[in-house]
């Protein structure tokens, strides 16, 4: 596979503004998707919509699931690398819904590493 670089925009707590390992490179890509709205960064239309769903009270959260599922699988480079699993939850807190994602990412050394998303807030 072709090597990546990408400039660090969430500033978490890895102290280089570069990336380059493929993990934090897809980790990157998923929190594009997931905290950027469509059309936020110029030139990018590729993210999920999830703030629809917040006042939504027909959608499922297989729904949610598979739209994160469905991104991933479509606009992020390094899925084929990884394996992974998405999981969603619509939480309660101070009478305000929030969308809770978890990402499982596997690594071939068989390490397993989470990242997590709350949205509404």
Known sequence: MEDFLDINIFGDSNDSPLLTQQLELF??????????APGEIWGCYAAIDLQKYLFNQYITINTIKNEVQLFIS???????????ETNAQILTVNDSELIYIEVKVYTEDGNEFLQKFVLGQ
């Open 74 to 84: 479509k606009n992020c480079s390094h899925a084929s690398i990884f394996q992974y």
């Open 27 to 36: 980790f990157q890509e998923i929190a594009l998707g997931i905290k950027v």
